[in-house]
Structure formats: structure tokens, C-alpha cells
């Protein structure tokens, strides 16, 4: 049986995987989404693996984690506006387009 209710779960939805039916097993977790990248945060995996923004003041999943310590917090919202003003600076012929660059850094849970 899961224990629910891990720090940094106020307001984080539930996750139930049962697998059991085709051999593997039943997982059960508090989830969250990375405030940098939207990916899903199992709760309990990010107790040992994850990283938590001072700024955002929330718990980030381990790859913003790694991306905090060189380019600090960078929420998903400012990463969509930023890539509307490039956007809009191309549309404006203000310079040639820059290198394009992902929008999600997050990645999959298994």
C-alpha cells in the first residue's frame, strides 16, 4: 500500500497505474506538474530525485533541476512568451530568425 500525502502536495492530483493484470504491479503516488516544464512529478520519485525552485516556490522534476542551476528559474509561461516575441520579431522582419529551441525540457515517466 502507497503512502500518500508526501511533502509539496497541497493541491497535487493522484496517480493509480495497475498493472497487475498483465504481470506488474499496482503504483499509487501524489503527482504534480514541473512549473518549468510541465512534465508530471510523481511525488515520491521526486523526494530523491527532484529539485524545488525558490522562486517558483514549488517542487521542479529533475531535469529543471540540473537546468536551474545554470539558467536559475524559468517558468513555462515566460518560455511561451518568450517564444511569441521571437515570433513576432520574425513576423516584423527585426533581424533573422534565431536558432529555434524546445519549448519542453521535461521527460517521460515510465
Given at each position: ?17 495497475d498493472?497487475?493484470?498483465?504481470g ?65 520579431s ?9 536558432e ?11
Amino acid at each position: 500500500m502507497a503512502h500518500i500525502g508526501t511533502a509539496y502536495t497541497k493541491g497535487a492530483g493522484y496517480f493509480v497505474n495497475d498493472d497487475r493484470p498483465s504481470g506488474g504491479q499496482k503504483v499509487e503516488d501524489d503527482v504534480r506538474t514541473c512549473p518549468h516544464c510541465q512534465a508530471v512529478i510523481l511525488m515520491r520519485k521526486w523526494a530523491a530525485f527532484g529539485g524545488f525552485c525558490r522562486q517558483c516556490n514549488a517542487p521542479v522534476c529533475g531535469v529543471c533541476g540540473k537546468r536551474m542551476e545554470v539558467f536559475g528559474c524559468e517558468p513555462f509561461l515566460r518560455t511561451i512568451e518568450k517564444q511569441f516575441g521571437i515570433a513576432e520579431s520574425i513576423r516584423n522582419g527585426l533581424g533573422p530568425p534565431p536558432e529555434p529551441q524546445a519549448i519542453i525540457y521535461g521527460r517521460q515517466i515510465r
